[in-house]
Protein backbone atom coordinates (compact mmCIF):
# COMPACT_ATOMS: atom_id res chain seq x y z
CA UNK A 1 0.00 0.00 0.00
CA UNK A 2 2.99 2.64 0.99
CA UNK A 3 3.98 2.10 -2.39
CA UNK A 4 1.25 3.62 -4.07
CA UNK A 5 2.08 7.03 -2.26
CA UNK A 6 5.41 7.23 -3.73
CA UNK A 7 4.85 10.00 -6.03
CA UNK A 8 8.38 9.61 -8.14
CA UNK A 9 11.54 8.00 -7.77
CA UNK A 10 15.15 9.39 -8.40
CA UNK A 11 18.66 7.33 -8.38
CA UNK A 12 21.29 9.34 -7.18
CA UNK A 13 25.33 9.07 -8.22
CA UNK A 14 26.91 10.38 -4.95
CA UNK A 15 29.65 8.95 -3.19
CA UNK A 16 30.00 8.99 0.50
CA UNK A 17 33.04 8.76 2.60
CA UNK A 18 33.52 8.06 6.34
CA UNK A 19 35.52 10.76 8.40
CA UNK A 20 37.69 8.92 11.32
CA UNK A 21 39.07 12.11 12.78
CA UNK A 22 37.04 12.98 15.45
CA UNK A 23 39.02 16.37 16.37
CA UNK A 24 37.13 19.79 15.10
CA UNK A 25 38.46 20.76 11.83
CA UNK A 26 36.64 24.16 11.08
CA UNK A 27 35.26 25.78 14.61
CA UNK A 28 32.78 27.75 12.08
CA UNK A 29 31.01 25.08 11.25
CA UNK A 30 31.03 23.99 15.10
CA UNK A 31 30.10 27.13 16.03
CA UNK A 32 26.84 26.84 13.53
CA UNK A 33 25.75 23.42 14.40
CA UNK A 34 25.90 24.93 18.18
CA UNK A 35 23.98 27.85 17.09
CA UNK A 36 21.06 25.01 15.64
CA UNK A 37 21.31 23.37 18.69
CA UNK A 38 20.53 26.26 20.88
CA UNK A 39 17.96 27.74 18.47
CA UNK A 40 15.50 24.36 18.01
CA UNK A 41 11.74 25.24 17.81
CA UNK A 42 9.17 22.56 18.09
CA UNK A 43 6.21 23.54 15.49
CA UNK A 44 3.45 21.88 18.13
CA UNK A 45 5.31 23.83 21.07
CA UNK A 46 6.25 26.97 19.83
CA UNK A 47 3.12 28.17 17.44
CA UNK A 48 -0.16 28.51 18.39
CA UNK A 49 -2.09 26.48 15.82
CA UNK A 50 -5.49 27.62 17.54
CA UNK A 51 -4.94 30.87 17.03
CA UNK A 52 -7.79 32.28 14.68
CA UNK A 53 -7.10 32.91 11.14
CA UNK A 54 -7.91 36.51 10.18
CA UNK A 55 -8.98 37.34 6.91
CA UNK A 56 -6.01 39.20 5.16
CA UNK A 57 -6.25 42.17 3.19
CA UNK A 58 -5.75 41.66 -0.71
CA UNK A 59 -2.96 43.20 -2.76
CA UNK A 60 -3.99 43.17 -5.98
CA UNK A 61 -1.57 45.42 -7.09
CA UNK A 62 1.46 43.24 -6.07
CA UNK A 63 0.28 40.78 -8.70
CA UNK A 64 -0.63 43.59 -11.77
CA UNK A 65 -4.83 42.57 -10.56
CA UNK A 66 -5.59 46.08 -9.95
CA UNK A 67 -6.05 46.78 -13.89
CA UNK A 68 -6.57 43.14 -15.10
CA UNK A 69 -10.04 42.93 -16.45
CA UNK A 70 -10.15 38.63 -15.97
CA UNK A 71 -9.55 39.79 -12.25
CA UNK A 72 -11.88 42.54 -12.24
CA UNK A 73 -14.61 40.46 -13.55
CA UNK A 74 -14.68 37.95 -10.35
CA UNK A 75 -17.43 38.22 -8.19
CA UNK A 76 -16.18 39.04 -4.55
CA UNK A 77 -16.60 35.24 -3.22
CA UNK A 78 -14.16 34.24 -6.30
CA UNK A 79 -11.93 37.12 -5.48
CA UNK A 80 -11.62 35.48 -1.91
CA UNK A 81 -11.03 32.33 -3.26
CA UNK A 82 -8.39 33.21 -5.32
CA UNK A 83 -6.48 34.89 -2.76
CA UNK A 84 -7.01 31.43 -0.61
CA UNK A 85 -5.69 29.73 -3.56
CA UNK A 86 -2.61 32.08 -3.98
CA UNK A 87 -1.33 31.81 -0.08
CA UNK A 88 -1.69 28.01 -1.37
CA UNK A 89 0.21 28.17 -4.26
CA UNK A 90 3.00 29.73 -2.98
CA UNK A 91 3.05 27.92 0.51
CA UNK A 92 3.23 24.72 -1.55
CA UNK A 93 5.98 25.83 -3.05
CA UNK A 94 7.65 26.34 -0.10
CA UNK A 95 6.30 22.92 1.17
CA UNK A 96 8.00 21.35 -2.11
CA UNK A 97 11.13 22.88 -1.95
CA UNK A 98 11.54 22.22 1.84
CA UNK A 99 10.84 18.45 1.33
CA UNK A 100 13.95 18.58 -1.41
CA UNK A 101 16.02 20.08 1.01
CA UNK A 102 15.18 17.54 3.28
CA UNK A 103 16.95 14.68 0.74
CA UNK A 104 19.54 16.62 0.22
CA UNK A 105 20.74 16.78 3.57
CA UNK A 106 20.30 13.93 3.95
CA UNK A 107 23.02 13.16 0.95
CA UNK A 108 24.90 15.49 2.68
CA UNK A 109 25.97 13.73 5.66
CA UNK A 110 27.12 11.16 3.61
CA UNK A 111 28.95 13.02 1.24
CA UNK A 112 30.42 16.10 3.34
CA UNK A 113 34.10 16.25 4.01
CA UNK A 114 34.48 16.95 7.45
CA UNK A 115 33.03 15.50 10.58
CA UNK A 116 31.56 18.80 11.61
CA UNK A 117 30.01 19.21 8.14
CA UNK A 118 28.44 15.90 8.53
CA UNK A 119 27.29 17.02 11.84
CA UNK A 120 25.71 19.88 10.70
CA UNK A 121 24.37 18.31 8.05
CA UNK A 122 22.22 16.45 10.47
CA UNK A 123 21.06 18.93 11.92
CA UNK A 124 20.13 20.41 9.06
CA UNK A 125 18.25 17.27 7.90
CA UNK A 126 16.25 17.95 11.28
CA UNK A 127 15.66 21.39 10.44
CA UNK A 128 14.08 20.49 7.17
CA UNK A 129 11.94 17.96 8.45
CA UNK A 130 10.84 20.35 11.04
CA UNK A 131 10.21 22.88 8.04
CA UNK A 132 7.87 20.34 5.72
CA UNK A 133 6.36 19.76 8.93
CA UNK A 134 5.16 23.02 9.63
CA UNK A 135 4.57 24.46 6.12
CA UNK A 136 1.70 20.81 5.61
CA UNK A 137 0.24 21.73 8.96
CA UNK A 138 -0.79 25.15 8.01
CA UNK A 139 -1.96 24.01 4.44
CA UNK A 140 -4.13 21.58 6.24
CA UNK A 141 -5.36 23.39 9.08
CA UNK A 142 -5.61 27.28 8.10
CA UNK A 143 -5.73 26.61 4.06
CA UNK A 144 -8.18 24.02 4.13
CA UNK A 145 -5.99 21.17 2.84
CA UNK A 146 -5.64 23.16 -0.24
CA UNK A 147 -2.16 22.05 -1.64
CA UNK A 148 -0.74 22.61 -5.15
CA UNK A 149 1.71 19.67 -7.33
CA UNK A 150 5.41 21.30 -7.18
CA UNK A 151 6.19 23.66 -9.87
CA UNK A 152 7.83 22.49 -13.14
CA UNK A 153 11.26 24.47 -12.92
CA UNK A 154 11.04 24.50 -9.43
CA UNK A 155 11.16 19.96 -9.68
CA UNK A 156 13.63 20.28 -12.37
CA UNK A 157 16.35 22.55 -9.96
CA UNK A 158 15.57 20.17 -7.63
CA UNK A 159 16.60 16.95 -10.11
CA UNK A 160 19.32 18.58 -11.19
CA UNK A 161 21.12 19.15 -7.31
CA UNK A 162 19.89 15.42 -6.30
CA UNK A 163 20.97 13.87 -9.30
CA UNK A 164 24.66 15.39 -9.51
CA UNK A 165 27.49 13.12 -8.48
CA UNK A 166 30.19 16.46 -7.66
CA UNK A 167 29.57 16.74 -3.57
CA UNK A 168 30.00 21.02 -4.21
CA UNK A 169 27.41 21.03 -6.68
CA UNK A 170 24.81 19.80 -4.35
CA UNK A 171 26.18 21.91 -1.94
CA UNK A 172 25.73 24.91 -4.15
CA UNK A 173 22.73 23.83 -5.57
CA UNK A 174 20.78 23.67 -2.29
CA UNK A 175 22.97 25.75 0.43
CA UNK A 176 23.22 28.42 -2.22
CA UNK A 177 20.72 28.93 -4.66
CA UNK A 178 17.95 26.84 -3.28
CA UNK A 179 18.00 28.25 0.29
CA UNK A 180 19.03 31.89 -0.54
CA UNK A 181 16.08 31.98 -2.67
CA UNK A 182 13.79 30.29 0.07
CA UNK A 183 15.08 33.19 2.44
CA UNK A 184 14.40 36.11 0.01
CA UNK A 185 10.57 34.47 -0.56
CA UNK A 186 10.09 33.86 3.15
CA UNK A 187 11.22 37.14 3.97
CA UNK A 188 9.24 39.28 1.37
CA UNK A 189 6.07 36.64 2.70
CA UNK A 190 6.86 37.53 6.41
CA UNK A 191 6.65 41.79 5.71
CA UNK A 192 3.59 41.64 3.49
CA UNK A 193 1.15 39.63 5.39
CA UNK A 194 -0.91 40.39 7.98
CA UNK A 195 -1.36 36.70 9.30
CA UNK A 196 0.68 36.90 12.85
CA UNK A 197 0.67 32.93 12.84
CA UNK A 198 2.41 33.40 9.22
CA UNK A 199 4.40 35.49 10.42
CA UNK A 200 5.51 33.77 13.74
CA UNK A 201 6.19 30.60 11.58
CA UNK A 202 8.69 32.35 8.88
CA UNK A 203 10.59 33.72 11.66
CA UNK A 204 11.64 30.45 12.72
CA UNK A 205 11.86 29.28 9.37
CA UNK A 206 14.18 31.90 8.60
CA UNK A 207 16.45 31.49 11.25
CA UNK A 208 17.42 28.00 10.39
CA UNK A 209 17.57 29.22 6.56
CA UNK A 210 20.41 31.61 7.31
CA UNK A 211 22.26 29.18 9.03
CA UNK A 212 22.05 26.80 6.22
CA UNK A 213 23.13 29.12 3.92
CA UNK A 214 26.13 30.49 5.84
CA UNK A 215 26.62 26.61 6.11
CA UNK A 216 27.26 26.46 2.48
CA UNK A 217 29.50 29.78 1.97
CA UNK A 218 31.78 28.27 4.62
CA UNK A 219 31.86 25.08 2.94
CA UNK A 220 32.89 26.00 -0.25
CA UNK A 221 35.08 29.24 0.05
CA UNK A 222 38.22 27.35 -0.23
CA UNK A 223 37.05 24.63 -2.61
CA UNK A 224 36.33 27.72 -5.71
CA UNK A 225 39.39 29.57 -4.44
CA UNK A 226 42.09 26.72 -5.94
CA UNK A 227 39.45 25.34 -8.43
CA UNK A 228 40.80 25.31 -12.07
CA UNK A 229 39.18 27.83 -14.60
CA UNK A 230 36.99 25.30 -16.61
CA UNK A 231 35.96 23.48 -13.80
CA UNK A 232 35.00 27.27 -11.91
CA UNK A 233 32.68 28.05 -15.24
CA UNK A 234 30.65 25.11 -14.74
CA UNK A 235 29.61 26.18 -11.41
CA UNK A 236 29.06 29.67 -12.96
CA UNK A 237 26.83 28.64 -15.43
CA UNK A 238 25.16 26.72 -13.13
CA UNK A 239 24.28 29.43 -10.86
CA UNK A 240 22.85 30.90 -13.29
CA UNK A 241 20.91 28.21 -15.02
CA UNK A 242 19.28 27.91 -11.34
CA UNK A 243 18.01 31.82 -11.12
CA UNK A 244 16.73 31.37 -14.49
CA UNK A 245 14.94 28.52 -13.17
CA UNK A 246 13.80 30.34 -10.36
CA UNK A 247 12.81 33.69 -12.11
CA UNK A 248 10.25 31.29 -14.31
CA UNK A 249 9.10 29.56 -11.24
CA UNK A 250 7.48 32.96 -10.12
CA UNK A 251 4.83 32.68 -12.97
CA UNK A 252 2.61 30.84 -10.47
CA UNK A 253 1.97 28.68 -13.93
CA UNK A 254 -0.22 25.84 -11.43
CA UNK A 255 -2.61 28.53 -10.67
CA UNK A 256 -3.98 30.21 -13.17
CA UNK A 257 -6.00 27.82 -14.50
CA UNK A 258 -7.77 26.67 -11.90
CA UNK A 259 -9.80 30.45 -12.84
CA UNK A 260 -10.02 30.10 -16.03
CA UNK A 261 -6.60 32.35 -17.06
CA UNK A 262 -4.02 30.43 -19.48
CA UNK A 263 -0.38 30.63 -18.73
CA UNK A 264 0.09 31.96 -22.07
CA UNK A 265 -1.75 35.13 -21.39
CA UNK A 266 0.10 35.46 -17.84
CA UNK A 267 3.69 34.75 -19.20
CA UNK A 268 2.90 37.63 -22.15
CA UNK A 269 1.59 39.84 -19.28
CA UNK A 270 3.63 39.31 -16.06
CA UNK A 271 7.16 39.63 -16.92
CA UNK A 272 7.12 43.33 -17.85
CA UNK A 273 5.51 44.77 -15.36
CA UNK A 274 7.46 46.75 -12.61
CA UNK A 275 5.73 45.35 -9.62
CA UNK A 276 6.73 42.20 -10.92
CA UNK A 277 10.01 42.56 -11.81
CA UNK A 278 10.92 44.26 -8.69
CA UNK A 279 9.34 41.11 -6.73
CA UNK A 280 11.39 39.13 -9.00
CA UNK A 281 14.06 40.75 -8.34
CA UNK A 282 13.93 41.14 -4.61
CA UNK A 283 14.03 37.12 -4.65
CA UNK A 284 17.53 37.13 -5.42
CA UNK A 285 18.78 39.63 -3.20
CA UNK A 286 20.58 36.69 -0.99
CA UNK A 287 21.99 34.70 -3.78
CA UNK A 288 24.16 37.42 -5.45
CA UNK A 289 25.72 38.85 -2.77
CA UNK A 290 26.63 35.04 -1.85
CA UNK A 291 27.72 34.23 -5.30
CA UNK A 292 29.66 37.39 -4.78
CA UNK A 293 31.52 36.06 -1.30
CA UNK A 294 32.14 32.94 -2.85
CA UNK A 295 33.84 34.27 -5.69
CA UNK A 296 31.59 33.25 -8.55
CA UNK A 297 31.08 36.85 -9.64
CA UNK A 298 34.95 37.97 -10.12
CA UNK A 299 37.22 35.15 -9.89
CA UNK A 300 38.68 33.77 -13.17
CA UNK A 301 36.72 36.15 -15.05
CA UNK A 302 33.61 38.39 -14.76
CA UNK A 303 31.21 36.16 -16.38
CA UNK A 304 28.50 35.60 -13.83
CA UNK A 305 28.78 39.06 -12.77
CA UNK A 306 27.76 40.20 -16.52
CA UNK A 307 25.05 37.46 -16.65
CA UNK A 308 23.79 39.15 -13.67
CA UNK A 309 23.97 42.36 -15.16
CA UNK A 310 22.29 41.45 -18.09
CA UNK A 311 19.06 40.12 -15.56
CA UNK A 312 19.00 43.53 -13.81
CA UNK A 313 20.07 41.80 -10.24
CA UNK A 314 23.99 42.66 -9.74
CA UNK A 315 22.81 45.94 -7.86
CA UNK A 316 22.13 43.06 -4.79
CA UNK A 317 26.11 42.01 -4.97
CA UNK A 318 26.49 44.31 -1.32
CA UNK A 319 23.66 43.82 0.15
CA UNK A 320 23.70 42.02 3.49
CA UNK A 321 20.55 41.43 6.09
CA UNK A 322 17.15 43.74 5.78
CA UNK A 323 15.97 45.42 8.74
CA UNK A 324 13.39 42.09 9.21
CA UNK A 325 16.06 39.80 9.75
CA UNK A 326 18.86 41.36 10.87
CA UNK A 327 18.72 39.40 14.11
CA UNK A 328 19.20 36.54 12.20
CA UNK A 329 22.03 38.06 10.44
CA UNK A 330 23.58 39.31 13.99
CA UNK A 331 23.65 35.54 14.68
CA UNK A 332 25.77 34.23 11.65
CA UNK A 333 27.47 36.77 10.55
CA UNK A 334 30.18 36.88 12.88
CA UNK A 335 30.55 33.31 11.88
CA UNK A 336 30.63 33.55 9.00
CA UNK A 337 32.44 36.67 8.35
CA UNK A 338 35.50 35.13 10.56
CA UNK A 339 38.47 35.84 7.99
CA UNK A 340 41.02 35.28 10.66
CA UNK A 341 40.66 31.33 10.45
CA UNK A 342 38.99 29.11 12.85
CA UNK A 343 37.43 30.39 15.68
CA UNK A 344 39.09 28.86 19.32
CA UNK A 345 35.60 27.77 21.41
Known sequence: ADVD???EIFQTPLSGSYNWDYDVQDDRIKKLYDLGKQLNWDPEMDIDWDRPWPTEERAPEMMILHDYEPYLAMDEKTKDEFWLHMNAWSLSQFLHGEQGALLVA???????PT???????????????RHVEVFSQYLDQKLGGIKYPVNTHLGSLLDDIIQDSRWDMTYLGMQIMVEGLALAAFGFMQQTTEEPLLKKLLRYVMADEARHVAFGILSLQELYEDMDAAEFRVRQEFAYEACNMMRRRTLNSELWPSFGISNAEIEALLPSQESQQRMQHLLFSKIVPNCKKLGLLDLRDGWLRERFQEMGIIQYENWENTAED????DAVEPILTDAAGPVTS
Open 5 to 7: HVA
Open 106 to 112: SQLCSCA
Open 115 to 129: LNAKLYAASQTFDEA
Open 326 to 329: LTIG
